[in-house]
């Protein structure tokens, strides 16, 4: 890990399947690149609750989207 400054994700900007996409069983969010790696971490994307809801809308179908 980098001391780097790097910008966050900008929904508004840039396109999320650039700096994202989602684990196999599609619960955590996986930066792709400094950008989006940095976004995972300033933002905590893959906080537990996240990821035990996330698990709970792959049960239902619902989850990742396409």
């Given at each position: 890990m980098s001391k780097a400054s790097v910008p966050l994700f900008n929904p508004r900007q840039n396109q999320?399947?650039?700096h994202f996409t989602w684990?196999?069983?599609g619960t955590e969010i996986i930066g792709l690149t400094p950008c989006g790696r940095a976004?995972?971490?300033a933002l905590n994307l893959n906080?537990?609750?996240a990821v035990t809801v996330?698990?709970?809308w792959v049960?239902?179908?619902w989850h990742p989207p396409k």
């Open positions: 999320w399947s650039e684990s196999k069983n976004t995972v971490l906080n537990p609750i996330r698990k709970q049960s239902a179908g």
